[in-house]
């Protein structure tokens, strides 16, 4: 099966930009969609991005994803940081079989 | 709103069995949809454990397969997850949660607020 990768940490001020990527290592990227998911300290993870690029009604439009199929890789930008976005995010796929993959996850800090 | 909430014992001994149950409430029907399972050892990311249709249909993690069995009752508006044979590595915040697709949430994914299983003598 395929492996998702992330960045394990990325940090960026607030009012700036942030994208955080994942790398499928095996198939293409764009075979199956990519959800994306917001795990704050102590909560349970809610969805962020669902079908590579939808968001769920409740989520802001500062949050957007897309594919790049040049470097097999999804991305979760967020724009306008703030600090309650720190948290970690996690991309998820699945294979021909509907068996889901996560990625390990991504610790966002906003300073 | 729609709520999960998972029980179970917090504490398994070693080769024994794990066993948790969801329960389904605020208006939502175990009825068509799809309903996970999903763990999280401490301080480590998520792993799918598998799903259920309320069908009956099942699709398992491959690395957990042998060990998995997620059953549902629609009478009672309810799912379970047993996990056997468990070991130190089964520790871990066990989530149940509701999704849209088969192949992931969807527009409206409702989780609940986990549960935390260790498994020690």
């Known amino acids: 099966n395929f492996m998702l990768t992330q960045p394990h940490s990325v940090s960026e001020s607030p009012g700036k930009t942030v994208t955080i990527s994942c790398t499928r290592s095996s198939g293409s990227i764009a075979s199956n969609y990519v959800q994306w998911y917001q795990q704050r300290p102590g909560t349970s993870p809610t969805t962020l991005i669902y079908d590579d690029n939808q968001r769920p009604s409740g989520v802001p439009d500062r949050f957007s994803g897309s594919i790049d199929s040049s470097s097999n890789s999804a991305s979760l930008t967020i724009s306008g940081l703030k600090t309650e976005d720190e948290a970690d995010y996690y991309c998820q796929s699945y294979d021909s079989s509907n068996c889901w993959v996560f990625g ?3 610790k966002l800090t906003v300073l | 709103q729609v709520q999960l909430q998972e029980s179970g014992p917090g504490l398994v001994k070693p080769s024994e ?68 044979s468990v070991t130190a590595a089964d520790t871990a915040v066990y989530y149940c949660a509701r999704q849209e697709y088969a192949y992931g949430f969807g527009p409206s994914g409702y989780w609940g607020q986990g549960t935390q299983v260790t498994v020690s003598s």
């Not at chain 2, 605020?26 to 399972?37: F, K, Q, R, V």
């Not at chain 2, 009956?56 to 069995?69: A, F």
């Open chain 1, 104 to 106: 390990g996850g991504t």
């Open chain 2, 17 to 84: 069995t794990l066993s948790l149950t969801c329960t389904v409430s605020g208006g939502s029907t175990i009825s068509n949809h799809y309903w996970s399972w999903i763990r999280q050892p401490p301080g480590k990311g998520l792993e799918w454990i598998g799903y259920i249709y309320y069908s009956g249909y099942t699709n398992y993690n491959p690395s957990l397969k042998s060990r998995v069995t997620i059953s549902i009752d629609t009478s009672k508006n309810l799912f379970s997850l047993k996990l056997n």
